[in-house]
């Protein structure tokens, strides 16, 4: 499986805001032919009386010539997935995970901001250089 460029920013950015990554992919079987891998499964570590939340996280790092492209292809993606664990694991949250930078840059625009709004896309924005979680958006 290749790993996107900031695979190991945003596991390292995850594991400092105590997270556990249980999974590294997180590979999914739907139906008979179907198999997906979301790049990281999670659970949140809050102490012995209260169950941690599952996540699911796939990345992606916006780096290729048409961030609109880049957009399509994660969005695409994040759907199925979050379909998959819907019927499979209906307990684990899936988030997309974008750089700052395509944040910043693109996802303010129109078209990403309404489909990220209607489709309502989890995100989790990093810093992949700092390897931190900079914002969790529900």
Do not use: H
């Given at each position: 499986m290749a790993r996107d460029k900031f695979h190991y920013a945003v596991r390292r950015g995850l594991e400092k805001q105590d997270w556990k990554i249980t999974h590294d992919p997180l590979r999914l079987e739907f139906g008979?032919?179907?198999?997906?891998?979301?790049?990281?499964?999670?659970?949140?570590?809050?102490?012995?009386?209260?169950?941690?939340?599952k996540i699911a996280v796939e990345i992606k790092s916006f780096l290729s010539d048409?961030?609109?492209l880049d957009f399509h292809l994660a969005l695409?993606?994040?759907?199925?997935?979050?379909?998959?664990?819907?019927?499979?694991?209906?307990?684990?949250?899936?988030?997309?995970?974008?750089p700052l930078t395509a944040y910043e840059s693109f996802l303010y625009r129109d078209l990403p901001r309404l489909a990220i709004q209607k489709y309502q896309?989890?995100?989790?924005?990093?810093?992949?250089?700092?390897?931190?979680?900079?914002?969790?958006?529900n």
């Open positions: 008979a032919d179907d198999r997906l891998e979301i790049d990281l499964g999670a659970q949140e570590m809050l102490g012995a009386q209260r169950t941690g939340e048409s961030a609109m695409g993606q994040f759907l199925n997935y979050r379909l998959a664990l819907e019927e499979i694991e209906p307990d684990r949250v899936l988030y997309l995970a974008i896309v989890k995100l989790i924005v990093y810093e992949p250089q700092a390897e931190v979680i900079l914002q969790w958006i």
